[in-house]
């Protein structure tokens, strides 16, 4: 992805986070307890970034959960990460539920995507969902909602 596409990610990703009922954020009421002794070892959060420290806003993958009936959601992750071919590029993206097992993936083709972005749909489910963002060079990144 070239600059002037990341800027454009960028630009969206602002709004987003104004309108999104349940944005993933450091300071989101909504988000759940990621630390533990494994975090910023084994993954990295926006408050352990591990060996990182200046790479989180980069790499925490943000969550838009929207609820469509009873408890069913669609889900959006959305890492506002460049995509510069094989180079430097988000792998994929893991939905995790509250046992963190994986309930969905998509894995990108850093040669034809331009953006790290995954839709998912999560049906009948209340309670934590995490998602994973896995860079080829600046390791594995959690982030959650409680929904």
């Not at 934590?128 to 860079?135: G, R, V």
Request: charged content about 20%; some cysteine; overall charge negative.
């Amino acid at each position: 992805m070239n600059r002037r596409n990341l800027i454009r990610l960028a630009g969206l990703a602002l709004p987003a986070g104004l309108l999104a009922p349940r944005l993933a954020t450091a300071a989101d009421p909504c988000t759940v307890n990621l630390q533990s002794p494994m975090a910023g070892g084994v993954y990295l959060t926006r408050e352990s970034p591990g060996r990182f420290p200046d790479k989180a806003g980069g790499h925490v993958p943000m969550i838009d959960a929207r609820r469509t009936a009873g408890n069913d959601f669609d889900v959006r992750v959305l890492t506002a990460h460049e995509m510069r071919g094989y180079e430097h590029y988000i792998i994929k993206h893991q939905l995790l539920n509250w046992a963190f097992e994986v309930m969905d993936e998509h894995m990108f083709d850093p040669e034809r995507d331009e953006a790290p972005v995954s839709d998912f749909t999560v049906t009948e489910y209340g309670g934590p969902l995490y998602a994973l963002s896995m860079c080829n060079e600046h390791d594995v990144w959690l982030s959650g909602v409680l929904l």
